[in-house]
């Protein structure tokens, strides 16, 4: 079997339609950009020429560290619709290739209520880069550079009403191109939950892309979600559904051991997993341990979302 080597994987297969509206833009915009002087040869807008997303602003959300290389981050994945080992999604999602037609779902408790298509999607907002650490429970950590927009900015676009407490999330599933839940070892189609305060912070990302580039399929194409404070499960993959709802909904890992996942999972290096410590983690390529941050270190920003709630008991 020909396995694809990363540098011979083309993005642009995958979701044409993003990379091309941005390329479209970044051409309308090349008069004024031009006008304006030597600017636009700034790294970002020359790589959108190569059919990238251009015009990518730089985030101030974004970590200061150094991110992992795109060869890591592409090798070492968790989407168990693509297999349980950590090396398996990035060659059996290779066959996985949403196209154009991909729709994104808004409904539940809102007053408008819609489908999304990707190129909608994609033109809500400006494109941002943003570093973000990124922890799995596992106590493994990697650094990614992201590209996309709040998902506030999504949540807003539907007005959620006053009946909305919880945002319920659904990943795509296809069981002749996906494992079967038995071989997967958990429920399909995989789900997600966050508060609804959770949902609408800025840090809640609603990304399309990274390094750059769109999202290949092992790291969630054509749209995931990324929530930097929280352990790497509550950041699903391949987004269908996003439902405003009245009660906290269910979520894959706590269906499937809610003794050991909770629905908040927030990082937190004072409490344990059951089977093993959260105090340090390994970043990916590195040898050493490092200690563990609160909240993965974006506590300034989110700490307040818990006041006065127990999270030992909300983990
Ligand atoms: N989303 C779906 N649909 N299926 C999955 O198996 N795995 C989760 C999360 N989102 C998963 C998913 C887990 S356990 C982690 S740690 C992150 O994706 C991994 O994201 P990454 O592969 O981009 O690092």
Not at 8 to 20: K, Q, W
Not at 156 to 176: D, G, L, R
Not at 251 to 256: H, I, K, Q
């Amino acid at each position: 079997m020909l396995i694809k080597k990363p540098e011979d994987l083309r993005y642009s297969e995958i979701t044409p339609r993003p990379v091309y509206l941005n390329r479209r833009r970044f051409l309308a915009g090349l008069p004024v950009a031009l006008a304006g002087g030597r600017e636009l040869l700034s790294p970002i807008r020359a790589r959108a020429a190569g059919g990238r997303f251009a015009n990518l602003v730089k985030s101030p959300f974004s970590t200061t560290e150094k991110p992992n290389s795109l060869n890591d981050v592409t090798h070492y994945n968790n989407f168990y619709e693509f297999g349980t080992g950590k090396d398996q999604p990035a060659k059996l999602a290779q066959k996985f290739k949403p196209g154009p037609d991909w729709r994104v779902s808004v409904e539940g408790a809102v007053a408008k209520p819609r489908k999304f298509a990707l190129d909608e999607l994609v033109a809500l907002a400006p494109m941002e880069e943003r570093i973000y650490r990124h922890r799995c429970v596992e106590a493994w950590s990697i650094v990614v550079p992201w590209v996309g927009y709040s998902l506030s900015v999504l949540l807003k676009q539907a007005q959620p009403t006053a009946k909305a407490q919880y945002v319920a999330f659904e990943s795509y599933y296809s069981s002749s191109m996906m494992l079967s839940s038995e071989q997967a070892g958990i429920e399909f189609p995989y789900v997600e939950g966050l508060r609804l305060d959770e949902a609408m912070h800025p840090l809640a990302m609603l990304t399309f892309g990274m390094y750059g580039d769109s999202l290949p399929p092992q790291d969630g194409a054509p749209v995931r979600l990324t929530v930097p404070w929280k352990y790497g499960f509550k950041s699903i993959k391949s987004l269908v559904k996003i439902k405003l709802v009245e009660k906290q909904p269910a979520s894959t890992w706590n269906l499937t051991n809610s003794r050991e996942y909770g629905f908040y999972s927030n990082v937190n290096p004072q409490v344990d997993h059951p089977r093993w410590s959260q105090a340090s983690e390994r970043r990916l390529g590195e040898f050493f341990k490092r200690p563990t941050q609160m909240f993965n270190g974006y506590g300034n920003d989110v700490a307040s979302l818990y006041n006065g709630m127990d999270l030992k008991k909300n983990y």
